[in-house]
């Protein structure tokens, strides 16, 4: 048996978003600037996923612009405020995302603005009071706070936050990469100026995505080039990500109860099961927790021992496939920024477990018997 649990890295394709994508691999292929009858195909099929997303959202299609995926929008939510609006002071958590914590840290190094780290507890949960407490002294400042975070799988009060931001009239961008596809957003109702989606995360294919911008917040592009994308973005735009992006979501929404009731069976099963079979297991955050994490991810902490060195390896060897923290430090010997944030213990293996609907309690049950073998 050969296991893939690691989906908040990546999640295989939907044969649907393929058969959707297909015609425009192959058939339709005009450029989508160009006025012919090929380009405006072409150029038809992307407006038409526009609106698709906006409506899931509940927004207009003019506050929704395709990029390259989740990074990409974080900086230019990042860079485009900060510099357009001369922002000077910028909250974040020391929890969040490389995409956000080392684009606000660049410009924090060059003396662009003065960065503010929120504080948390031990199980990474944000304190906002003291959000309240930063945005009393420094009002206008930009807030970049994640909706779940990707190794934990903790969930953040987006909507509170979002409604402290609007007390203080600060800007607030959140990175709901890892939710998008995953709960539902009603951005008439979400006090927020910026979320981002990247479809990869939701079944969809890799390298593409998408930034919803708040009308009230004018930012300028962070890729220059062309006229794509109303001016936000030059480049030829990715026509068959951008349809397989938007039939991901549709298909993601469209079966969204269904599956989250499915996978968190799944995860409530393996959490039963380790806690059966494997000696002084714990887990990571609130990833336990039903209602502060996220359905899909569960942090494990196994015990003290020699093998958690190479657990990752053994675990490969046995055609388990699960990430140690971050799957954007997987290979590399730099321990992830969470897990030493909360000050899980360094001597203790950590994996994370990440489940889609893809996925089996066979899987499950069979993971558990191999990680239990080894302990």
Do not use: W
């Amino acid at each position: 048996m050969q296991v893939y649990l690691d989906n908040a890295a990546t999640t295989p394709l939907d044969k649907e978003v393929l058969e959707t994508m297909m015609p425009y691999m192959l058939e339709h292929f005009g450029n989508p600037s160009s006025i012919h009858a090929h380009g405006r195909q072409v150029r038809s099929a992307i407006e038409k996923a526009r609106k698709t997303i906006a409506g899931l959202l509940n927004t207009s299609p003019a506050e929704i612009f395709f990029t390259s995926g989740g990074t990409e929008a974080d900086n230019a939510a990042i860079f485009g405020t900060i510099r357009s609006l001369g922002i000077k002071h910028a909250i974040t958590s020391p929890l969040e995302h490389h995409a956000v914590l080392h684009t606000l840290e660049s410009l924090a190094k060059n003396g662009e603005l003065e960065l503010s780290f929120l504080h948390h507890d031990d199980k990474g949960g944000l304190d906002l009071e003291h959000l309240e407490q930063l945005l009393a002294t420094k009002p206008t400042s930009f807030v970049s706070l994640m909706h779940a975070n990707n190794e934990i799988g903790n969930l953040n009060d987006i909507q509170t936050i979002g409604e402290i931001c609007q007390t203080y009239g600060a800007i607030f961008h959140a990175d709901t990469v890892q939710t998008m596809g995953h709960y539902r957003h009603d951005l008439q109702k979400l006090p927020v100026h910026f979320i981002v989606g990247s479809a990869h995360k939701f079944h969809g294919p890799k390298g593409v995505g998408f930034i919803y911008t708040n009308p009230a917040v004018k930012v300028p592009p962070l890729i220059h080039g062309g006229s794509q994308e109303r001016n936000m973005r030059g480049g030829t735009e990715n026509v068959y990500g951008i349809v397989g992006l938007a039939k991901a979501l549709e298909i993601a929404y469209r079966d969204m109860d269904q599956h989250q009731q499915y996978i968190q069976g799944l995860k409530d099963r393996l959490i039963h099961k380790l806690k059966e079979q494997v000696p002084d297991v714990s887990f990571n955050g609130y990833s336990a927790e039903a209602d502060k994490s996220l359905y899909t991810v569960l942090n494990v902490s196994l015990p003290v021992s020699d093998i958690n060195e190479m657990l990752l390896f053994k675990l490969d060897i046995n055609k388990i496939s699960v990430s140690g923290g971050s799957a954007c430090t997987s290979g590399s010997n730099i321990g992830s920024h969470v897990l030493q944030g909360i000050h899980s213990d360094p001597n203790r293996g950590a994996v994370r477990f990440s489940m889609s609907k893809y996925n089996t309690p066979e899987e499950i049950d069979y993971v558990v018997e191999k990680l239990a073998s080894l302990y």
